[in-house]
């Protein structure tokens, strides 16, 4: 990557809902071309989002990107050229089952993401309607791509896992992120997050390694890319290891306080041309 404009960044890594996308889940042109101008100058746009990466990829493809997607929160990392895996966060047998159980004792019903081919079911559910009106939004939004299996959390060793979670209240699943700690502090890392896509709010489960930042700098050692070489700008809670990481983190204008307080810099919302104000008057200026 060279840098045509002397900016000192190399990698722009761009959370998804929340950041490129408006909040009516819209890819307003003004932030595809700077998207775009910013890669003209010699910045590699990497998406980074808590999406799995069927839903990652028809971002990338408006956008005419075709570098690696970090999906889920930071576990997955594809390329798009060939659907392949370049880096997962498996979570470990031991780690996996006291989660499970868990789930089993606070009856939380679990969703685990797949990484398959993009033609195979991505994730898998015990049962489909589950009977619960938040989880059976998201299944109702995602049914042809569920794989229903009811024994599958009792075969820990039938499949990798890197990313599971529950969805239901707000209340309930801070509360559930709280009995995960309890238990496993320094063996899961957790988010708690709303999609704008569902009415629930999911707790997610990943190794405790797993994040964003994690991802990106595997992407950045692969490139020869220093941490301070790269900028990354995001809204949500899972957003926060690589806006500390990055040698810019830029939080959205209408992220959280804590987000906010973490970055070094924070831009417009994401209905105000956030990350074209960022690429034009920070990266490009």
């Not at 290891?241 to 831009?267: F, K, Q, S, Y």
Request: charged residues 25%; hydrophobic residues 45%; contains cysteine.
């Amino acid at each position: 990557m060279s840098r045509r404009n002397g900016s000192r960044y190399r990698i722009l890594a761009l959370d998804v809902d929340g950041t490129l996308l408006d909040r009516d889940g819209t890819l307003r042109p003004s932030t595809a071309e700077a998207v775009a101008r910013a890669a003209r100058a010699g910045i590699r746009p990497v998406l980074c989002t808590g999406r799995r990466y069927r839903r990652a990829r028809p971002i990338a493809e408006q956008l005419g990107l075709d570098a690696p997607l970090v999906c889920n929160s930071g576990a997955l990392v594809k390329d798009p050229r060939g659907h392949r895996t370049l880096w997962r966060a498996d979570l470990d047998a031991d780690a996996l089952a006291q989660v499970l159980a868990l789930f089993r004792d606070h009856d939380e019903p679990a969703v685990s993401f797949r990484d398959n081919p993009p033609d195979a079911p991505d994730f898998v559910v015990a049962r489909d309607p589950m009977g619960r009106p938040l989880f059976d939004d998201y299944l109702g939004l995602n049914r042809r791509h569920a794989e229903v299996d009811p024994d599958w959390a009792d075969r820990i060793d039938g499949g990798v896992h890197y990313h599971l979670f529950a969805i239901g209240s707000r209340p309930d699943m801070l509360a559930f992120q709280v009995v995960i700690l309890a238990r496993l502090a320094g063996r899961v890392r957790t988010f708690v997050q709303k999609s704008p896509r569902y009415q629930g709010t999911m707790c997610e489960v990943l190794r405790h390694d797993a994040s964003k930042w994690a991802a990106i700098l595997h992407l950045a050692e692969l490139w020869g890319v220093a941490p301070d070489e790269i900028c990354a700008v995001g809204d949500d809670m899972n957003d926060i290891p690589m806006i500390e990481g990055a040698g810019l983190g830029v939080a959205m204008g209408h992220a959280p306080d804590a987000v906010r307080d973490a970055a070094d810099h924070v831009t417009g919302d994401h209905d105000h041309d956030g990350v074209a104000m960022l690429v034009d008057r920070v990266l490009l200026a």
